[in-house]
């Protein structure tokens, strides 16, 4: 089993993986579970974990996101199993300061505008 564990102000989280080898996780935000999807199997990179939904909503204080990660101890040898951390995605809250942070603006926003 690997822990992963982050502390952030927000309203919403996902954690975003990649893996080659069987293995399940399960995600809990301030010690409640949220959604957790299984391995996609066509894909090696970039699928969703887990994800807050409407868990965090309305919520203002500091969460913590916790990840477990467990490897089946019969599924191959320790050599090959990967897997890899490709994000965590959070809302911050409107009064949290975004001068020194790497914003992604995804290409469904409505309110961005390209020149």
């Known amino acids: 089993m690997l822990l992963l564990a982050i502390r952030s102000n927000g309203t919403f989280v996902r954690v975003m993986v990649a893996g080659e080898a069987p293995c399940s996780w399960n995600c809990s935000v301030d010690g409640r579970l949220i959604a957790s999807f299984e391995v996609d199997p066509t894909q090696i990179t970039n699928y969703i974990a887990c994800d807050s939904a409407g868990t965090l909503q309305g919520t203002t204080g500091q969460h913590t996101l916790d990840v477990n990660f467990y490897f089946p101890p019969n599924a191959h040898s320790t050599s090959t199993r990967s897997l890899w951390l490709d994000s965590i995605q959070y809302q ?24």
Not at 92 to 115: E, G, W
């Open 92 to 115: 911050p809250l409107a009064s949290d300061p975004l001068d020194s942070v790497t914003l992604r603006i995804h290409n469904s926003d409505p309110f961005r505008h390209i020149c």
